[in-house]
Every structure is written in C-alpha cells, then in structure tokens.
C-alpha cells in the first residue's frame, strides 16, 4: 500500500472538507473533495480513487445511498463518518457496505490508522484476486461459470446474469470448492475488508445468490450453511485456465 493513494472526501461541511483534506496531503496523499453526493458521482466517473470518506448526513442524497451505490457497482472502499454514535448508525453503514465507520468528532490520527488499515486489506485482496482472474470457466453440477461475461449458463444453455457481487461470491466458493468458509473470510476475500459486529453482508449475498443456483433455494444443495462455521461449496469443480500471451500455466 503506498502513501500516493488518491482518496475523495465528501462532506458538506466545508471546515471537515479542508481539515482532513490538508492533514492527508500533509501524510502524502492525494486528495479531491465533494460537498455533495451528485459532485462525488461526477469526480468518481471522471477518475479513479483507492478510498472514499463519506459522510452520513447530507442534504439530498445520503452518505449510506452513495455507500451503497459504490457497492452495488464494485467502487472504492469506504469509511463512513457520522455526528451520530447510535450502534444503529453504525450497523445500518456496515450492512450497505462500508469497510469502517468512525463517529465525528474524530482524531484525524485514528483516521489516518484506519485509512491505512483499509487500504492494506483492499490491496492484499485485490491481489488474491488477480491470481483468481487467470481462471476462464468453472463446471460444476449442471452450471458452467464463464468469467469474461460474469454469466452462469445451465446444461440446456440457458444463460444466468449475475451482479458483480454475486460473480465474485460464487468465483471464491468455486475456487475452494468443498471447504468451509466463515463469514469473516468471505468478507475479507470478497470486499477486503474486516468483519464487524452483526454484519449479515455476506448471509444477503449468500441468499441472492442461492436464488440463481439451487434448485430449491429453501433446502440449498450446493451452498450448504455449516452452522457456528459459516458455507461450503459442496460439489465437483472443473477449472478451465486461461494463459496471457508469453506465459505458461
């Protein structure tokens, strides 16, 4: 993880703007500010972050909507901030997506830990993944798994969309096929970032997810829950690899 990350603030409050904004460039980074979620969408379009600092509470458009926008499409990790110290605050962030969540007013040293702590499981999961893209198809029970569409195809061809969350989920299981995986590996392999108290991110995706792959998604056969332990995969997997021009398997 390097200092030169480019990280948005978005705040309405511009005394917070400025402040965080001075204190990380003074640490090395670099830094855009937002005073609104609908300037926070164009500077995301227009260029790439390694992190957000998303306030909660705005005018119009909320922190937890853009939150979960930037979920929804595969965006930068987040931290929220908020005024409010409710636990349901807290969880409600956590739940959209959030990576971390810290009550205003702040130590922007803390800030700074936690940022550094995103950033390095962000990064160390975005390697994990890199190895994983190198995988083309996955056959398993009557599904075939295509990467470069993210689709599921059944055995009649029937072509399956799937979100981006729901190709990533099913790419770690099939990856590990037959082997228990806990909520907090799953957190961590599929969005890096560490599990909180009462998170259920993961159970939703697990659900949607058995809704396009089980037969009876109320008795799951392939997903199986592994209970106190957290899912396995049970079934056979075939791995089709693709090698990149001047590399071998």
């Known amino acids: 993880m390097s200092d030169s ?11 917070i703007r400025d402040l965080v904004g001075r204190y990380l460039r003074r640490q090395g980074f670099r830094t855009s500010e937002a005073e609104a979620a609908p300037q926070a969408r164009l500077l995301l379009a227009a260029g790439a972050f390694d992190l957000v600092i998303l306030d909660i509470m705005m005018p119009g458009e909320d922190g937890l909507s853009l939150c979960r926008f930037l979920r929804e499409t595969n965006g930068p990790p987040v931290i929220l901030l908020s005024a409010m110290a409710e636990d349901t605050d807290r969880i409600v962030g956590l739940e959209v997506g959030a990576d971390d969540y810290l009550s205003k007013p702040f130590n922007p040293r803390e800030l700074l830990a936690r940022i550094r702590a ?18 083309d198809q996955w056959q398993f029970e009557r599904w075939r798994l295509s ?8 055995e009649t061809g029937t072509k399956t969309c799937l979100s981006s969350g729901e190709f990533k989920l099913l790419r770690i299981f099939l990856n590990r096929p037959n ?26 995706q697990v659900s949607r997810l058995r809704q396009k792959i089980e037969r009876d998604p109320a008795e799951p056969v392939l997903i199986q829950t592994v209970w106190g332990d957290g899912y396995m995969l049970c079934a056979h997997v075939q791995v089709d690899t693709h090698s990149p021009e001047g590399v071998s398997p």
């Open 179 to 204: 082997q228990v995986l806990s909520r907090d590996q799953l957190l961590d392999l599929t969005q890096g970032r560490a599990p909180k108290a009462f998170d259920r991110a993961i159970d939703n």
């Open 118 to 135: 995103v950033l390095r499981r962000s990064s160390a999961a975005h390697i994990r993944v890199e190895k994983e893209e190198m995988r």
């Open 5 to 15: 990350a480019h990280i948005l603030v978005v705040d309405d409050h511009r005394d």
């Open 147 to 154: 990467a470069p569409e993210r689709a599921l195809y059944d």
